[in-house]
């Protein structure tokens, strides 16, 4: 960003890829429970827009299925970055149809427009490299440069993300650089003693990282959901829990070449339902009744993960230990996140749900190391994937 601000901006028509897919109120689709993503790229756009560019922001939210669905827009976005920027937001009805083009031949120097979710277009994620270019070429024709910041999405090959780039001069912007730079010195020299815990609901989302850190980690803490599978996995009846019983295998497997290195948790917050007015109580993992689903760790685990954490000179952290968003089952979470910002060492939060966490959580964000902005792509970055986001840059 600072090669493309140092050669003058100003009247040039920049395309921002961002990863403005923030997470909203369940009950209340209009509010957004977690700006962070929106403020993480605030820096590139004010930095653009004070040196007078024309900022044409793009970026996807949720999952909708290639085409418009008003579900997904990000109209509360615009709205939102405009009270973040001080400035109104110029809001296009499309990504780059006519609304698009004509928002974006009218803006002024300095001027930001959001253009509405990129998926709502099918080239944005097909398979097809015809289609994405077809789409890529239209978004490319709205700009004269390119700006990735979304260090969220770099690990998706997307028309926005990958295929832009080679269209139009590009740059990366401040936020995917320090992710990037955050996320190499935690791969290639953590200091140790190097403690990962992992959370969420599924093993098999976290298999890859979990295979590409063992060799690498002293300590592997686990909870979240994903953890009934490795407690199944060493004979104990987990009731009506999350269970992946086809990586029961698979997890017993990893136990075993863990030696010792995989610590699960000795206690557990056991519900009658996932509901937070559900009764619950504290139970052993030897114990978790058949009718009862486990929604949180409890608090000895709570201890026996803060023990191992504040031995640590590395931590990363990536997944919630429970089901934060509940107040009976958010004990876990604040309880390993408080433990993790204590450490005399160096923190990562991986990602989306962690980092929601630490904020809806009200915990002190100063004490972590790094808050990343990207769940997908931390973790595909510590799996030692190649990013075509960040590829599409280098090249
Ligand atoms: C995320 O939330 O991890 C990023 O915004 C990417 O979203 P995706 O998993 O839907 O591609």
């Known amino acids: 960003l600072d090669d493309l601000l140092g050669e003058g901006v100003s ?9 403005l897919n923030v997470p909203f109120d369940k009950n209340d689709l209009g509010v957004i429970s977690d700006d962070g993503r929106i403020r993480a790229v605030l820096p590139t756009l004010i930095a653009l827009r004070d040196a007078g560019a024309r900022v044409i922001v ?27 920027l001080g400035n109104p937001v110029v ?7 006519a609304s698009a083009q004509a928002a974006a031949g009218a803006l002024l120097d300095g001027q930001v427009l959001l253009l509405e979710n990129l998926r709502f277009n099918a080239g944005e994620t097909s398979k097809d490299d015809a289609v994405r270019g077809a789409f890529a070429d239209e978004l490319a024709a709205l700009a004269e440069y390119y ?9 998706r090959k997307h028309a926005s993300v990958y295929d832009v780039a080679a269209r139009l001069p590009h740059y990366a912007g401040g936020l995917v650089l320090k992710e990037v730079e955050v996320l190499r010195k935690v791969t290639e020299s953590p200091e140790q003693p190097y403690v990962v815990v992992l959370g969420g609901s599924k093993v098999s989302d976290k ?24 407690l199944k996995a060493q004979g104990h009846e987990v009731g009506k829990s999350l269970l992946e019983a086809e990586m029961i295998s698979t997890c017993a497997d990893l136990l075993s070449q863990a030696d010792g290195r995989i610590v699960l948790p000795v206690d557990v917050v056991a519900a009658t339902a996932f509901d937070a007015s559900a009764e619950h109580e504290v139970v052993d993992i030897s114990d978790i009744p058949a009718d009862r689903l486990g929604l949180d760790i409890g608090p000895k685990s709570v201890a026996l993960f803060a023990e191992t954490i504040g031995s640590a000179k590395t931590v990363f952290w990536n997944g919630p230990m429970g089901v934060f968003e509940l107040a009976p089952f958010a004990a876990g979470t604040r309880g390993v996140a408080e433990a993790i910002t204590k450490i005399d060492g160096f923190s990562v939060v991986g990602g989306g749900d962690s980092a929601a966490a630490v904020r809806t959580l009200g915990i002190d964000e100063s004490g972590f190391g790094h808050i990343s902005t990207g769940g997908g792509a931390s973790l595909e970055y510590l799996e030692g994937k190649s990013l075509p986001g960040v590829s599409a840059l280098e090249s």
């Open 91 to 97: 809001f296009a009805e499309d990504t780059v149809g």
């Open 11 to 19: 009247g040039r028509r920049v395309l921002v890829r961002a990863d």
């Open 207 to 230: 298999l890859a990282v979990i295979q590409a850190l063992l060799p690498k980690v002293d300590k592997l803490l686990v909870g979240g959901g994903m953890c009934f599978t490795f």
């Open 147 to 155: 700006v990735d910041d979304a260090f969220g999405a770099v690990h």
């Open 58 to 84: 793009c970026s996807h939210l949720g999952r909708p299925k290639g085409a418009p669905d008003p579900k997904y827009t990000l109209g509360p976005v615009a709205t939102r970055l405009g009270e973040l």
